[in-house]
């Protein structure tokens, strides 16, 4: 079955510096990937969608890669602040198999002042 | 327009017992899905609602259930409660299928099971 793999560790990151985060799947790619935020005692809230077809994604100050080839994508936050600091979720939309949403157990950054 | 709710927010039960949440979706999604958070295990996806139909379903005994109302508002319920399904159960709405779409999410029903 599909598996997700998201950095279990804490992320710490100096404020300003680019935060890179990292969402490794295993078997098969998925139709499109999905980043959240989540802060604590609150639901996830969608970020930014990226399609297999698509290399990279920009948004502001966040950044996403897919590489299917690696089974991989990253997600950066430049000129990071103490504001982004939260746990942050990768899901793999996976429609074009069986038509379910995967999540990942998640990342927590800690951007220090 | 309003966001998901949930309710309630916190609930506290004992072993066996059995409960109902409750999700009303942003209005016009018609798709509604359930996860499971817990701290070992993350979030896990319990089923999707689309038009009052189930139209997919993970991993969980089926002691949990779940349903769809005309209006989109959709139920899950928990039977013979264990202390793993302390969680919290967050509901996430959206347009729906065909294709991929972002979620919303409720702040979630924390569960504490005794």
């Known amino acids: 079955s599909q598996k997700i793999e998201q950095n279990s560790e804490a992320l710490n990151i100096q404020e300003g510096k680019t935060a890179t985060l990292t969402c490794n799947y295993t078997n098969y790619s998925p139709a499109y990937l999905q980043w959240y935020r989540q802060d604590p005692g609150r639901g996830p809230v969608f970020l930014l969608l990226i399609r297999e077809n698509e290399k990279e994604k920009r948004k502001e100050r966040l950044k996403v890669t897919f590489d299917t080839t690696l089974k991989q994508s990253l997600f950066h936050i430049t000129a990071s602040q103490p504001a982004d600091s939260a746990t942050y979720l990768c899901?793999?939309?996976?429609?074009?198999?069986?038509?379910?949403?995967?999540f990942g157990k998640g990342t927590r950054l800690h951007i220090l002042p | 327009k309003a966001g998901v709710t949930q309710t309630p927010r916190y609930l506290i039960k004992t072993r066996g017992q059995q409960v109902t949440l409750s999700c009303s979706p942003i209005s016009g999604h018609r798709s509604v899905s359930w996860y499971q958070q817990t701290p070992g295990q993350g979030l896990q996806f319990l089923f999707e609602?689309?038009?009052?139909?189930?139209?997919n379903k993970g991993n969980f005994p089926g002691r949990f259930s779940g349903r769809q109302f005309s209006n989109s508002r959709s139920e899950m319920n928990v039977s013979t409660l264990e202390l793993g399904d302390s969680a919290l159960y967050l509901c996430?709405?959206?347009?729906?299928?065909?294709?991929?779409?972002?979620?919303?999410f409720g702040p979630g029903t924390r569960l504490t099971v005794l």
């Open positions: 899901a793999l939309d996976m429609m074009n198999r069986d038509d379910k949403i995967i």
């Open positions: 996430a709405s959206m347009w729906g299928r065909p294709t991929s779409d972002t979620q919303y």
């Open positions: 609602y689309f038009s009052e139909t189930q139209r």
